[in-house]
């Protein structure tokens, strides 16, 4: 059986993952490792490659930033499958103000650490969630290093990206606001599925995994 690597999002850790049933599968959580300033989402996407040991067949489950970076991997090691939760495969995915902020950097401007406090906002932009659920995304916010939230931050901005891998399957929410569905392709739509979906909607994607696994 394939090793199945799982990346979490930005702000986030692997207990993102602990309504996903992954069918018994030997599991690799990746954590964040620390990125250098110069850092593309390329370049830290061999680095995840070194640290883990990701060899060819691999699967790996990446959501939202992770998918991402999913996607870098899969450009590197020829995967068994490259599985995207509530993000994209290309450049052309993202939406239209990931693009004007690479000449408008209001994303500079936020401080990171004040990103890791601002619930209400947060909760607004990724979708409601119950309290346990939300208790445990902004523990995961708040032990993420602002250090590298400015980093990925800039990194996301900047990816530019435009080719997608073999053996990419991707699901995302019709009312995600982080990336809009309208503009991905080939993905598998869950109804009402927010940016936060695999915490709340995990019964559908959990059905949609077994097909894949």
């Known amino acids: 059986m394939s090793t199945l690597f799982l990346i979490p999002g930005l702000g986030a850790d ?11 599968h030997k599991v690799v959580p990746i954590e964040w490792i620390d990125p250098d300033k110069s850092d593309t989402l390329s370049s830290y996407a061999q680095k995840l490659i070194d640290k ?12 939202s930033l ?41 994303h500079r ?15 607004l932009v990724i979708g409601r969630m119950s309290e346990n659920n939300q208790d445990l995304f902004i523990s995961m916010l ?6 590298f939230i400015k ?13 997608i891998p073999k053996n990419v399957y991707h699901i995302t929410g019709d009312m995600d606001k982080i990336f809009p569905f309208k503009r991905i392709k080939g993905a ?23 097909e894949i696994l």
């Open 14 to 24: 692997c207990r993102i993952y602990r309504n996903i049933d992954l069918l018994d």
């Open 52 to 63: 883990y040991h990701i060899t060819p067949q691999s699967i790996v489950i990446g959501n």
């Open 66 to 106: 992770g998918g991402m970076l999913a996607i870098e991997i899969a450009k590197k090691v020829e995967l068994g499958k490259v599985i995207l939760i509530s993000s994209i495969k290309t450049t052309h995915e993202a939406p239209l103000s990931f693009k004007l902020s690479r000449y408008l950097p209001v």
């Open 109 to 123: 401007v936020i401080p990171s650490k004040l990103i890791t406090s601002l619930k209400s906002i947060i909760k």
């Open 142 to 147: 708040q032990n993420t290093s602002p250090v």
């Open 151 to 163: 980093w990925a931050k800039n990194a996301i901005i900047h990816w530019d990206n435009e080719t």
């Open 188 to 210: 598998t739509i869950i109804k009402g599925g927010t940016h936060i979906m695999i915490f709340n909607q995990a019964k559908q994607i959990n059905t949609w995994l077994k």
